[in-house]
């Protein structure tokens, strides 16, 4: 209304300027599924050495979401600790943990367990 209508424009979002806009909080979670796997050897480091979260999903094969669920459980078998607020994991924890998760019996289910294969029949 000043004349000054370049000053008060609003630009819409995915315009070619909108890259000055603020991102969503959708926009900020990035990299919750599967990370890759780690690129270096568990059995090679300290026991006593510390792993992010990214790392032990990676060493594990589980997403972050996991662990995170996981540290609502005090009970959980995989222990971590937090340092300057953020959970870190020990590798010989991690090691206990991957051992537990081989030791443990997986339970055996027959491939047809209610019988309704139709080729079974006469």
Known sequence: MNGNDDQNRIEAIGSPDSSKTPRTAKGRRKGRGMPPPATFDIDTLPGSSN???LETAAVIRRTPGALEQWRRDPNHSLKWRYVDGRPLY????VRDYLAK????PKPSQPHNARGDDPAARP
């Open 51 to 53: 792993l992010t979260v």
């Open 101 to 104: 998760c081989d030791k443990a």
């Open 90 to 93: 020990r590798v010989d924890a």
